[in-house]
């Protein structure tokens, strides 16, 4: 059975480059300017992307030039979702280590070895979501000497298990903060069930009914919405029970990339369900970080 | 209260009749710390020395903005003296001085204008930067020239009000430089050529803040260059600096004098450039007139032929060598979680220094 990571990756979008360009070599010690130097402050409760990372003090500007903790915690909640995945050991360390540094007299970079384990079993996965590796996370830039962060009991290899990975989004848990993670990174969510599952080159297109309920609308419109379809990126091999049960009804999410809709999540519609049902209640109050409201 | 504070003018006034006439002594606002604290205690106008009637009233309607000025000066100063590390005049200060670069600035010389220049850029770019911060509560982001954002991203974050840095600069540092002589107009011209610089290497800074840190969403703001890069551009102005004449002219309020351009088939100075009219002392040997320190026992570059290199900087003295063991951190490891242990080396290095 071929891993996830042996599939061709879809195509990653060109990136417009910001301005000040976030590449810059790093050096150790403070870049010889007149900046005023960052602060150390505690992790706060509800950066979750950071809790139990092993420290409990950050760095603030980090050191993705985030200057504030609302801007920090705005962007961490969108890897949220990623760490959920599991798809290296070394993810949390990877991203925290950048969100919020660890506080010490020069910053302290995340290795490279650490930045390429994270990016190899990771960005097969963030691309079934549509997103490519992002630039912030180039692992070109990051140190490879002793004086950087890598994972503390760095294993060479972790053995595979016998079963082979479940589609990304297919593999949802059935907790609250997972579905509404999902839910934020996703820009629409339906209730419907599923017409017909075909396969198409290395993904999986899927038909749905014509019934559907609208949970959020997104971008979506309503003409598009009438006859949608979507894809499971790079999703032809890997397994995905709720696609082999045609006749349950599901929560599908998805976002637009390019021309094409992306299955991001499917859960099985499961009223009878204390989570589900706690969930779906929740979701009319929550609350998806706005990303505007950082810079006004 | 008032009284007394006529008397004190008039003693700085005719005691310091000579430094006052050419010599800022504002600047010395840098150096002590009682003018930078906003907390601890309050600036009192009336403690710093050098202040014109127009200053002083400048300090006491924007207390707020005074530890900004101070700032900026420090700023200045600290540039300055990165820009001429390696230079025989190496932009030395005088500590418990209140001319606190000595006589060398007396004259109208190059090194004078770039002084001026680096000033005055300081202070706009640090009242600047601190209405940004909004650490003043009579400034803040620059709401105007916004325009139509361009193709893919949004106005956002705070856009730096360098119009009123430049204006608090122009107001505090010219307020002084309204004197008829040519000193004055010198002073005048290099302190707005600083400030134009600020306002013409403004930059577009960018963020992408989309999902997982893409370019979906774009949020970008007006922002001033880092300093050094202004010190580098005001520096190059320093090495092409215009020497001046100058000129005496009847006017109704009395004799004026202005400057013109020396060599005529010389390009002529623009508001950008740097302007003087003295030659530049010798700074190779110590003279207390002219406020040279000269270079003896400075470090000098043994590999260089440029103008901090043993030959040019020693001014053909020759140079001595020594060697220097100096014990360093090295091999250093980060440590899971959080500590960074290094092992001490021992370095050794070839000095060289100007006989």
């Known amino acids: 059975m071929k891993s996830l990571a042996s599939l061709s990756l879809w195509r990653i979008i060109i990136l417009i480059l910001p301005l000040v360009s976030l590449g810059q070599t790093f050096e150790y010690g403070w870049p010889d300017n007149y900046d005023k130097p960052p602060q150390c402050v505690d992790i706060p409760v509800d950066l979750r992307l950071c809790q139990g990372v092993g420290y409990h003090q950050m760095l603030l500007p980090n050191l993705l030039e985030h200057e504030s903790m609302a801007e920090v915690k705005q962007q961490a909640g969108s890897w949220v979702p990623l760490l959920h995945k599991n798809c290296d050991p070394g993810t949390q360390l990877l991203l925290c280590s950048l969100f919020a540094p660890v506080c010490m007299e020069r910053p302290i970079y995340p290795c490279r070895r650490l930045c390429e384990n994270v990016r190899d079993g990771c960005s097969p996965i963030m691309a079934a979501f549509g997103f490519p590796w992002p630039h912030i996370l180039t692992c070109d830039k990051f140190p490879q000497d002793d004086m950087c962060i890598n994972t503390p009991n760095d294993t060479s290899t972790s053995e595979p298990n016998g079963h082979p990975p479940v589609c990304p989004p297919c593999d949802n848990e059935m907790k609250m903060d997972v579905i509404l993670d999902h839910m934020c990174a996703s820009e629409f969510a339906i209730k419907t069930k599923i017409q017909e599952v075909k396969r198409e080159n290395m993904d999986r297109k899927v038909t749905l009914q014509k019934k559907k309920r609208t949970i959020k609308m997104g971008t979506l419109k309503k003409k598009d919405l009438k006859k949608l379809t979507l894809y499971l990126k790079n999703g032809a091999d890997c397994p995905c029970t709720q696609l082999d049960n045609t006749r349950n009804t599901y929560l599908i999410m998805g976002r637009k990339v390019d021309k094409q809709y992306l299955l991001t999540g499917i859960h099985k519609w499961d009223k009878s369900n204390r989570e589900f049902k706690k969930t779906m209640k929740k979701l009319k109050s929550h609350k998806c970080p706005a990303y505007e409201n950082v810079f006004k | ?355």
């Open chain 2, 1 to 355: 209260m008032d009284l007394y504070l006529v008397g004190f003018l008039m003693c700085m006034w005719f005691s310091s009749s000579r430094v006052l006439g050419g010599y800022p002594i504002w600047w010395s606002l840098a150096l002590g710390q009682q003018y930078s604290s906003i907390g601890s205690q309050p600036i009192l106008c009336g403690s710093i020395p050098g202040l014109v009637p127009k200053q002083l009233r400048f300090c006491r309607n924007y207390i707020e903005i005074m530890p900004s000025v101070a700032e900026g000066v420090k700023l200045g100063i600290q540039e300055c003296q990165h820009q001429f590390r390696g230079r025989r005049w190496n932009c030395t200060t005088i500590k418990d001085s209140l001319a606190i670069f000595g006589p060398v600035l007396d004259k109208a010389t190059r090194e004078s204008a770039f002084v001026h220049a680096i000033a005055s850029a300081g202070v706009a770019f640090a009242v600047t930067r601190s209405c940004a911060e909004g650490t003043s509560t009579m400034c803040g982001c620059d709401s105007h020239h916004k325009g139509p954002p361009g193709e893919g991203w949004k106005w956002g974050g705070c856009s730096e009000d360098a119009e009123f840095g430049v204006l608090v600069s122009r107001e505090f540092a010219d307020a002084r430089e309204n004197r008829p002589d040519a000193r004055s107009a010198m002073n005048r011209h290099n302190n707005e050529a600083g400030r134009m610089t600020i306002l013409e290497n403004m930059h577009l800074r960018c963020k992408c803040h989309g999902l997982s840190g893409s370019c979906e969403v774009k949020t970008c703001w007006w922002a001033q260059p880092d300093f050094r890069l202004l010190g580098d551009y005001l520096k190059d102005k320093y090495d092409s600096a215009s020497e001046m004449v100058v000129e005496k002219h009847r006017e109704s309020r009395g004799w004026v004098e202005t400057l013109r351009a020396k060599y005529a088939f010389f390009k002529h100075p623009t508001e950008r450039d740097l302007v003087y009219y003295e030659g530049s002392p010798n700074f190779c040997e110590p003279n207390p007139e002219t406020g040279s320190f000269g270079t003896r026992d400075r470090a000098c570059n043994v590999s260089s032929h440029g103008i901090e290199g043993c030959d040019l900087l020693c001014c053909g003295r020759g140079h001595n060598t020594r060697t220097e063991k100096r014990k360093e951190k090295c091999h250093c490891i980060f440590h899971w979680c959080c500590y960074v242990s290094c092992q001490e080396c021992v370095r050794v290095y070839d000095v060289h220094t100007c006989k």
